[in-house]
């Protein structure tokens, strides 16, 4: 995963016409405008390379519902450019303001679920200086982190619903394939959800952060222990039986824990979707490293997916979420000097390296390696590397923030 | 730093501490022979914390040691009506064990144990080798009674505290080994689960506790060595615990000392000087008779997340304790002994001390004025597998029922401060009175 060779260079931001909307189109230096035609499970970009600038789109939406167009970074996850709530027969203008690099475009039939006519677009020139101008970087960071949110957890949603389906017709096989899948979107927007209080408990306890607590343990890994059940004598990450106070759930349990998950999802969204729904610039930043103590606190030990041994996937999602958010703020830091152009080279390395490491072991989409199977001595590798990481990345914020 | 322990050992001169304290002539005169003590403690202290962490860390704690306190030679009697190290101005360094018991052990094998430890604790603490030939006044063809370690070290401080944990009154298959299960005081009983707990049944629980507390590492070691060595066949280490640089204090002469996260710790703990605290809150009352006078123990292992603690911002490690972490002083403002304004309210109209904070949660204001008398120690036992630093706080307190423990545990359920903390061990023990002179640790239990 070599992406952030590439992401290094487009340090591109969306100016601020990204946040209303339509705008009318004065730039485009006489390319004309890029036409977009969506239909409910297409997304055809009539271009697959254009000059940096303003780029203006002109979508139409000839689909029977309600659609969105997303322009991504190279790493297909990090929101550059969003165009909302196109209403079916509607043609609409929008103007990102794109540097030279590689990014991808898709749509987002009824605005959920995963993106539809994921193709590669190409913008070529030389890069504009970037601008010093805080708040217009501020205002992009954020308005594109939201979007990045929001993305994520459009795809859980319907992710939630196939695997929680699966569990609570009994289709284990099915479910186990689809556990650390659909945990991924979750895992890449933690700090997020966690700041929701009550969900996080809901939808991500472990069993022995729930019995500590004294709450009704619900959730994925509750679904997880039914999917992974322990062997007999089998003992917690906290060295108590397994079969402490636990035993497989009944059919009726799992028609109760399914629809628990997809309620909770639902909410989530429903909170994510809200119009006052807003992060800080501190918030990203500190949800960057925050996603790397997640890694270090629970995956490294192997806690989090204590059954399905399923924790590199949960860590690198992490990473992505991780390296989202530093992307997001990344411009800002590069405004700041020397000292914001050796941070980031610093943090893009180790990110790098750390990308590296992981690739070793499998990927989300193939799957990686039981973390059972991982030994102590590679462990220590990727504990050493998030710990090299996580040292420059936790001098972040302060550096955005001008502290 | 230190200098040659012979020019340090010329008569008149009294030998330099660094932290400044001068030996008095008196204090040489208690000297068992003509040696330096200081300049010796500066090399055995260095080894012995070498001894305790292993390796690289070693020399960084031994330099600890060099600056520990002047209380050195104090000399704790052992005999009383309370137990010494509970109350005693805490001393620098810890060495902990819980023991658990033969299985072929009897009633009156039990009261003969704890009659050789109470001897051997009663010399230890008074600065005296065990048994009646100590070190190397034995026969030449017998091995020496005492493990020599501490052979021309002051007692140090030295204080043992004996504690009896659940299981001997009744183990937790049910059996009544020695027919004390109806002498178990209600409120002994293991502690339950509370959030956050990742307890390693090896490194929790036990028959029966020996807290040995002194100012020079070797003293504590050598305590908890001896009286193993006595208890051989009778007795084996559960589990034991070194720790160092106390992280409360109990007395208002001490400075508040500060734990491995780098805060003041224990500013608000009950201090020896505050009797009528002290007996609220510390000293167990007579139900059963046999605990008057006595108290209960806890231990938590709690291991810290260093790494991740290290690269939390300044402002949010404040916000996690609740305290600024240089002067120690209130988040609600005020100096360190300032008490806190949990009600006092910023700029934005959120609380000054955030509701999540570790001093909120744990304060007596917040929990009907409960206090624990804290005197724990931090620990770095090496690292773990993956090179980090396994480190955190040996957390002791004392207290008149376990129950004050287990409130103020339940109350920090929110705690900011659990995101940087795992409990990986807990015990708890019945602390019974001191022992009269002539009579042994326990010896109540046993009437």
Not at chain 1, 77 to 97: S, W
Not at chain 2, 171 to 198: E, K, W, Y
Not at chain 2, 291 to 303: D, E, F, H, P, Q
Request: with cysteine; net charge negative.
């Amino acid at each position: 995963m070599p992406r952030r060779l590439v992401t290094g260079f487009i340090a591109a931001g969306v100016v601020a016409v990204a946040l209303t909307g339509c705008v009318p189109n004065k730039a485009g230096a006489g390319a004309g405008a890029v036409n977009v035609a969506i239909t409910d499970d297409t997304c055809a970009v009539a271009e697959k390379t254009t000059a940096t600038g303003a780029v203006s789109f002109s979508i139409t939406n000839k689909g029977s519902d309600t659609n969105e167009f997303e322009i991504y970074a190279s790493d297909k996850l990090r929101i550059v450019g969003e165009k909302e709530n196109i209403t079916p027969g509607q043609t609409v203008t929008y103007v990102a303001q794109l540097e030279p690099g590689s990014y991808y475009t898709a749509c987002k039939f009824q605005q959920v679920g995963g993106p539809v006519g994921l193709a590669a677009f190409q913008v070529t020139g030389a890069a504009t200086e970037l601008t010093s101008d805080a708040k217009k970087l501020s205002d992009v960071a954020v308005t594109n982190y939201i979007s990045y949110i929001k993305s994520q957890v459009g795809e859980l949603v319907p992710a939630v619903a196939a695997f929680s389906a699966a569990y609570a017709a009994g289709d284990d096989e099915k479910a186990r394939s689809l556990f650390a899948s659909t945990r991924a979107f979750y895992e890449r927007i933690e700090p997020t959800a966690e700041a929701f209080g009550d969900l996080d408990p809901k939808l991500d306890y472990r069993e022995v952060d729930a019995v500590a607590e004294g709450l009704d343990w619900t959730g994925f890994h509750r679904i997880e222990k039914d999917l992974w059940p322990p062997a007999p004598g089998a003992l917690n990450s906290d060295g108590t039986s397994a079969f402490l106070d636990w035993a497989p759930s009944t059919p009726a349990q799992r028609q109760s824990f399914a629809a628990g998950l997809v309620g909770d999802t639902a909410k989530l969204q429903e909170l994510v979707s809200a119009k006052d729904f807003t992060v800080s610039l501190a918030d990203i930043s500190n949800g960057s490293i925050g996603l790397l103590d997640e890694v270090a606190s629970g995956k490294i030990s192997g806690e989090e997916d204590w059954w399905s041994g399923t924790d590199l996937t949960d860590f690198a999602a992490n990473v992505q979420g991780a390296d989202v958010a530093y992307g997001n703020v990344r411009d800002i830091a590069l405004t700041k000097g020397e000292k914001g152009k050796k941070l980031t080279a610093s943090i893009d390395a180790e990110f790098s390296a750390l990308n590296g490491l992981l690739a070793q072991y499998g990927s989300i989409d193939a799957g990686f390696t039981d973390y059972g199977q991982v030994t102590d001595a590679q462990k220590k590798a990727l504990s050493d590397q998030v710990n090299a990481l996580s040292e420059p990345l936790s001098q972040l914020t302060a550096l955005v923030l001008g502290a | 730093m230190r200098t040659d322990p012979a020019s340090t050992d010329q008569p008149g001169i009294p030998p330099t501490d660094p932290s400044g304290a001068t030996a008095t002539a008196a204090e040489d005169a208690k000297a068992p022979h003509g040696v330096s003590r200081r300049g010796l403690l500066g090399l055995i202290g260095a080894g012995a914390a070498g001894l305790a962490v292993g390796g690289g860390t070693g020399a960084a704690i031994g330099a600890n040691a060099a600056s520990a306190s002047s209380q050195r030679n104090a000399v704790y009697p052992f005999h009383g009506a309370h137990q010494a190290g509970i109350t005693t101005p805490v001393q620098d360094r810890l060495h902990f064990a819980s023991f658990d018991l033969a299985d072929s052990l009897t009633r009156d094998d039990l009261v003969q144990l704890l009659k050789d430890w109470t001897a051997a604790a009663a010399k230890m603490t008074a600065g005296q080798p065990v048994g009646e030939t100590g070190a190397v006044d034995g026969p030449e063809v017998a091995p020496p009674e005492d493990t020599g370690e501490a052979l021309d070290l002051p007692a140090a401080g030295l204080t043992i505290t004996f504690g009896f944990g659940p299981t001997l009154f009744q183990t937790t298959d049910g059996r009544d080994r020695f027919g004390l299960a109806s002498r178990r005081p209600a409120a002994l009983a293991v502690l339950p689960r509370f959030s956050g707990d990742n307890l390693s049944p090896e490194i929790s629980g036990g028959d029966i506790a020996i807290q040995a507390c002194a100012d020079d590492p070797q003293v504590a070691v050598h305590a908890i060595r001896n009286l193993s060595r006595i208890a051989f066949g009778r007795a084996s280490i559960r589990w034991s615990q070194l720790g160092f640089g106390r992280t409360s204090s109990t007395s208002t002469s001490q400075l508040t000392a500060r734990n491995l996260m780098g805060f003041k710790d224990g500013t608000a703990n009950i201090k020896a000087e505050d009797p009528k605290v002290v007996d609220a809150q510390v000293w167990a009352d007579g139900d059963p008779s046999w605990m008057a006078g006595g108290s209960y123990l806890v231990t938590r292992k709690i291991r810290m997340i260093i790494e991740t603690w290290d690269r939390a911002q300044l402002q949010e490690q404040e916000r996690v304790i609740g305290r600024n972490k240089g002067a120690g002083a209130p988040l609600s403002g005020g100096a360190e002994f300032t008490a806190p304004d949990f009600s006092a309210t910023g700029a934005t109209g959120k609380p000054l001390i955030d509701k999540a904070a570790h001093v909120r949660l744990a304060h007596p204001d917040q929990n009907k004025g409960t206090q624990l008398l804290r005197r724990g120690y931090n620990y770095v036992d090496g690292n773990d597998q993956l090179g980090r630093l396994d480190a955190g706080l040996f957390f002791i307190s004392y207290q008149r029922d376990p129950q004050q423990f287990i409130d103020i545990q339940r109350s920090l359920a929110t705690d900011a401060l659990k995101e940087y903390i795992r409990h990986v061990g807990s015990a708890v023990f019945a602390v019974p009175p001191g022992a009269k002179a002539g009579g042994f640790i326990g010896q109540q239990l046993f009437a």
